[in-house]
């Protein structure tokens, strides 16, 4: 299995663009994430899907973010507008189950200038 | 929620020495707590984990301890080798909101000084 896949591995933006991040989970894991980090805030999780189904989305920062996650192959998250603020690196990753091992992908760079 | 604190937040050793990094978490239900490797450019990858029905767990030179009456548990890494170099992360589930994911620790640089 190659792993999780995260695509772009970097994106470069000005402020007011539409930002959409994408992922492939391992196949046959019900659960997947996405987090962002930060050097002022580290690893914060944004939300959380469990067989295609968003569980808790209460890390996500504000309305210009959103998640979804159409079929168990593959999962977005978007920002619009995006702003300064939102430069970080952001990581999906997948799990067979909600308290087992998390794989994690090579995450996103994001900067929004 | 879930509060994890994470100390220290560097640490650098001498090779073949040992390290020892150590969390404190807030909610007394949490069950499951996993520790998470960051090599530079790359995901966070789990080193080891342990859950409370144990107090203490090994693979090779890595061993976790956890203390649930005091809500705290430790990685001890022995005899460092300059690979060890990377940031840590503890974790521990947020139980008491229903949430069940994983609050982070804000992770340690440890540095190991060939």
């Known amino acids: 299995d190659a792993g999780v896949i995260q695509s772009p591995r970097h994106e470069v933006t000005e402020m007011g663009q539409e930002v959409t991040l994408r992922c492939k989970p391992i196949s046959g894991h019900d659960y997947l994430f996405w987090y962002r980090q930060t050097m002022m805030r580290g690893l914060e999780l944004l939300i959380y899907f469990n067989n295609n189904v968003p569980i808790d989305d209460s890390g996500m920062p504000e309305d210009r973010f959103s998640a979804k996650m159409p079929n168990a192959s593959f999962s977005t998250l978007k920002i619009q507008p995006s702003e300064p603020r939102d430069s970080a690196v952001y990581f999906c990753?997948?799990?067979?189950?909600?308290?087992?091992?998390?794989?994690f992908g090579p995450g996103t760079r994001l900067t929004v200038l | 929620g879930e509060n994890v604190e994470q100390h220290p937040s560097t640490l650098s050793v001498q090779e073949g020495d040992s390290a020892v990094i150590k969390c404190t978490y807030s909610d007394s239900a949490s069950n499951y707590f996993p520790w998470y490797k960051q090599e530079l450019g790359k995901g966070p990858q789990l080193i080891i984990d342990?859950?409370?029905?144990?107090g203490e767990k090994k693979d090779q030179r890595i061993a976790v301890t956890l203390n649930k009456t005091a809500k705290h548990f430790s990685l001890h890494i022995t005899e460092t080798q300059p690979e060890d170099s990377a940031v840590y992360f503890c974790a521990a589930p947020d139980m008491d909101t229903g949430r069940r994911a994983l609050t982070f620790g804000s992770g340690t640089r440890l540095q190991v000084q060939p």
């Open positions: 990753a997948s799990s067979p189950d909600r308290e087992a091992e998390q794989f």
């Open positions: 342990i859950r409370s029905n144990v």
